[in-house]
T-cell receptor, first 113, second 110 residues
Framework: NAGVMQNPRHLVRRRGQEARLRCSPMKGHSHVYWYRQLPEEGLKFMVYLQKENIIDESGMPKERFSAEFPKEGPSILRIQQVVRGDSAAYFC???????????FGSGTRLTVV | EDQVTQSPEALRLQEGESSSLNCSYTVSGLRGLFWYRQDPGKGPEFLFTLYSAGEEKEKERLKATLTKKESFLHITAPKPEDSATYLCAVQARGAQKLVFGQGTRLTINP
């Protein structure tokens, strides 16, 4: 298992397009977390999911952003109608349970032009 | 609101020059304090978890300590490959999310 896999590594979108970011957790991990790192800022929590359930989305912007973690397949972070301010690195992390630490992926760097 | 402040923002050291990074935190009941290392263009890499005041953990040239209000990451005789941004984060009891500080950008000159 190569760890938490995120793709694509780099994504360029024009303003108004949709961005889809994918995250495959480590084998055996059923908890997925998404974080955003804006330029010159720290990592900010966005959403926590378990299979087929959103557990905590307190860090997600109310509009244009959604996340899912289906029974089969990767977790998806979807950003509709992207704007320049969405340009950031988006990191996914996974864990095997609430009492265990996270493993982060290498991130997807989204650039909105 | 849970909060983490790291200092300094940036630190330059000569190879072999030991120092410490600070992480001050406020949290509504601490479940754990985490240290990560982040290299440019990569995701955070887990270093340590500390759970209670007085706890210490070591890994190679790094040693993390914890009090009720802050944590220190001590780096002893650093090498250029220790250059990275070091991130501190807290997890409150009953919560899943981590609250991160801004990080300390460490540069070790040969």
């Amino acid at each position: 298992n190569a760890g938490v896999m995120q793709n694509p590594r780099h994504l360029v979108r024009r303003r108004g397009q949709e961005a889809r970011l994918r995250c495959s957790p480590m084998k055996g991990h059923s908890h997925v977390y998404w974080y955003r790192q804006l330029p010159e800022e720290g990592l900010k929590f966005m959403v926590y999911l378990q299979k087929e359930n959103i557990i905590d989305e307190s860090g997600m912007p109310k509009e244009r952003f959604s996340a899912e973690f289906p029974k089969e397949g990767p977790s998806i972070l979807r950003i509709q109608q992207v704007v320049r301010g969405d340009s950031a690195a988006y990191f996914c992390a996974s864990s095997s349970g609430e009492l265990y630490g996270y493993t982060f992926g290498s991130g997807t760097r989204l650039t909105v032009v | 609101e849970d909060q983490v402040t790291q200092s300094p923002e940036a630190l330059r050291l000569q190879e072999g020059e030991s120092s410490s990074l600070n992480c001050s935190y406020t949290v509504s009941g601490l479940r754990g304090l985490f240290w990560y290392r982040q290299d440019p263009g990569k995701g955070p890499e887990f270093l340590f978890t500390l759970y209670s005041a007085g706890e210490e953990k070591e890994k190679e040239r790094l040693k993390a300590t914890l009090t009720k209000k802050e944590s220190f990451l001590h780096i002893t005789a650093p090498k250029p490959e220790d250059s990275a941004t070091y991130l501190c984060a807290v997890q409150a009891r009953g919560a899943q999310k981590l609250v991160f500080g801004q990080g300390t950008r460490l540069t070790i000159n040969p």
